[in-house]
């Protein structure tokens, strides 16, 4: 079992930046290859960026790619997500997730997480 906190969120004007981070709890964290996932009101949660257990893959949704960066540290059992040249449509509660499963390629389905963040608000305006 593992526990997310996130954090970092918060109100950015259009184009500026913000980091995201989330802390895990545990010491099994390098196990778990993780991921950004994003729900913005009215709307259904989407995937945003996912990485594997070591960092060396990455995946990232087509509307992020180029501006947002997943890392992570497994020292600090902690992954981050940089977001740049932000736009008011990445308004939305950023949600950080674990896979459970050990699987080593990062997914991008809502279903392939099993431990969940309570997430943070991103507010970009124009």
């Known amino acids: 079992q593992v526990q997310l906190v996130e954090s970092g969120g918060g109100l950015v004007q259009a184009g500026g930046s913000l980091r995201l981070s989330c802390a895990a709890s545990?010491?099994?964290?390098?196990?778990?290859?993780m991921g950004w996932f994003r729900q913005a009101p009215g709307k259904e949660r989407e995937f945003v960026a996912a990485?594997?257990?070591?960092?060396?893959?990455?995946r990232y949704a087509d509307s992020v790619k180029g501006r947002f960066t997943i890392a992570r540290d497994n020292a600090k059992n902690t992954v981050y997500l940089q977001m740049n040249s932000l736009k008011p449509q990445d308004t939305a509660v950023y949600y950080c997730?674990?896979?459970?499963?050990?699987?080593?390629?990062?997914?991008?389905?809502?279903?392939?997480?099993?431990?969940w963040g309570q997430g943070t608000q991103v507010t970009v305006s124009s």
């Open positions: 997730a674990a896979d459970g499963r050990l699987t080593y390629y990062p997914l991008v389905g809502i279903a392939d997480y099993d431990y």
């Open positions: 545990g010491r099994t964290f390098s196990s778990y290859a």
């Open positions: 990485i594997s257990r070591n960092g060396d893959t990455t």
